[in-house]
């Protein structure tokens, strides 16, 4: 039997056939240009009202017109200032925690069935409770976005302590390392690739958490501002503060792989691996 | 089985003979048992009453088939398992958990990918707390001694699996342990790599005048390396034979090559595959 020949455009599509960087970009270029197109013909049809669906020009001139004339800067920052201060607060009760958890099953045992099913409460459902307690303050936003985060990045630090190599443990047992060495000198190095992982998944829930905040009794910050807009229907103005808050998680987690890249060169080699015959 | 075992320790005669033996033996081993905790109240007796003596300077094999606890004997000796039943004494102070007179080499990769190679050999030694000076020439001597010198300051991920368990190796020496434990450490290696670990290996446990007991299932590597070889059989794990190695410590054939040329290899190679299969279950015949 004679094999069909392929349609030409057909033979590009191999499974799991690495593509060449340059294509791989321009690919990756390709879907945003036609984003912004789609987007810009759907918004300029005659059918669509443009005051509710603005086309892309519009809302980055809104964009440019809020940095240039509504100090839109100063809510920016302050929106990264709340992410920041209550990130590194859930990261400072959680890091302990989990690495203690994941280490010790007596610790886990005792803390596990308390912290697991928080995770399982509604976050938003706390803000009732917390502008009663808080007030109306950056106090109130930050404990919000703390408690947004705080379960699951306890529970994802356990998993990733847990997830240390037992043989690693056992060796430095052998060569008569205590429990605390063991902890520092194993044990965290171990895992800390994981939890660094962890820590740039867990921010993108935080920005997620971060326009709830501000939605709900704010004067400033980010959200603030898009509901500013909304009361005088300027969705040109709601839009761009969508894009930056997608710019502003895209540039953490940049830099969080970055970062990566850095403390961690030694896993990010796999393609020099056996460098050295023999 | 604990019951059974803990009566043969009282009543065993040849128990005066062995307290002998005991004030000799490097690591001595009477009567060993080690169960395992099944679920429904069941235990697996994993090693059934296992009594060898393992002297200074000497090389001893466990060998046997899968599933005949010899891992867990060196487990057990290394302080990473409890003693069910007897005793294990090295140097005749009883093993109650691990610890740095006992080096322990695993066949996974247990580098620290984190550290470099010279970081890695120097582990032990500083958590131990020696000082820097000291750490300088105890590591630079054992990364010389497993020829890894210019690679000291690679990390694990940059090296091969041979060089990833010489750095194993000198991590384990350069802590000054008075037995060398080894779990199939060669057991993940390409055959090629294995036989120069091999060499290698009798060379450097010569020169530092180590005692090693190892676990393998390779027969050719038990004859090649062994002063004395215990052959275990399974369920439960118990010493079937012990085999002294047609020759001893510097008398024995450097090279793999030289080692065939000597009859009493390979009889003993004819021998050991026999009780290989007399001891494993053969679903084809």
Redesign the interface.
């Known amino acids: 039997m004679t094999q069909l020949a392929e349609p030409a455009i057909l033979a590009n599509f191999e499974i799991k056939k690495q593509v060449p960087k340059r294509v791989q970009v321009l690919l990756g270029f390709a879907s945003w240009v036609l984003f912004f197109l789609g987007w810009h013909l759907l918004a300029t049809n005659s059918q669509i009202n443009q005051q509710l669906f603005p086309p892309p020009l519009k809302v980055f001139t809104a964009l440019w017109m809020l940095f240039a004339e509504e100090n839109f800067l100063a809510d920016v920052l302050q929106s990264v200032f709340r992410i920041l201060a209550s990130y590194g607060i859930a990261i400072a009760i959680a890091l302990p925690l989990g690495l203690l958890m994941g280490t010790f099953p007596m610790v886990e045992a005792f803390l596990n069935p308390l912290v697991s099913p928080f995770r399982y409460l509604p976050a938003p459902s706390f803000i009732p409770l917390l502008l009663m307690w808080l007030g109306t303050g950056d106090e109130q936003k930050i404990a919000f976005l703390v408690l947004g985060v705080i379960w699951f990045l306890i529970t994802l630090i356990m998993d990733n302590t847990q997830a240390v190599p037992m043989e690693l443990v056992e060796t430095a047992k052998t060569l008569g390392a205590g429990k605390g060495s063991i902890l520092r000198t194993i044990i965290f190095p171990a895992a800390l690739p994981n939890i660094v992982d962890t820590f740039r998944q867990m921010l993108a829930v935080s920005w997620t958490y971060l326009v709830i905040a501000e939605i709900v009794a704010a004067t400033n910050g980010i959200g603030a501002m898009m509901m500013r807009a909304k009361r005088f229907v300027h969705v040109d103005e709601i839009m761009a503060g969508i894009l930056v808050i997608g710019f502003l998680g895209l540039l953490f987690d940049t830099a969080l792989r970055l970062l990566h890249w850095q403390l961690f060169p030694y896993l990010h080699r796999s393609q020099q691996k056996n460098l050295y015959a023999y | 089985m604990i019951d059974k075992s803990s009566t043969l320790l009282l009543s065993d005669p040849p128990q005066e003979a062995s307290r002998e033996q005991q004030a000799v033996s490097k690591l001595y081993i009477s009567q060993v048992c080690k169960n395992f905790q099944l679920k429904g109240h069941k235990t697996l007796c994993a090693v059934s009453s296992v009594s060898f003596e393992v002297q200074q300077s000497e090389i001893c094999i466990l060998l046997g088939p899968s599933g005949c606890g010899k891992s867990t004997i060196l487990r057990m000796v ?3 398992e409890s003693i069910s039943a007897g005793r294990i004494l090295l140097d005749r102070q009883p093993i109650t958990g ?3 007179d ?3 080499v ?1 066949q ?1 990769y ?1 580098s ?3 550290l470099t190679v010279k970081q890695n050999v120097e ?2 030694l500083r ?2 707390g020696h000082s820097r000076a000291e750490r300088q020439d105890i590591t630079n001597h054992f990364i010389d001694r497993v020829r890894l010198t210019p ?1 000291k300051d ?7 699996g ?2 990833r368990q010489r750095v ?1 190796i000198a ?2 020496l350069a ?1 000054g342990p008075e037995i060398l ?1 080894m779990d199939e450490p060669f057991g993940a290696l390409d055959p090629e ?1 294995r036989w ?1 670990m091999q060499e290698l290996l009798l060379d450097i446990v010569r020169m530092e005048n180590m005692t090693v007991l190892m676990v393998t299932h390779d027969v050719d590597e038990a004859l090649f390396l062994a002063d004395k070889i215990l052959f275990l059989s399974s369920h439960p794990g118990t010493v079937r034979e012990r085999i002294p190695a047609p020759l001893q410590n510097s008398a024995k054939p450097t090279t793999k090559e030289s080692m065939y040329e000597i009859p009493e290899y390979i009889n003993l190679q004819k021998k050991i595959m026999h009780l290989m299969r007399e001891v494993t279950y053969d679903p084809t015949s």
């Open positions: 290394a302080g990473l691990p610890g740095r006992r080096g322990m695993f996974s247990t620290f990918p984190w582990y032990g958590v131990n690679f690679a990390y694990p991920d940059q090296l091969s041979g060089m194993a991590r384990a802590n434990l790599t120069q």
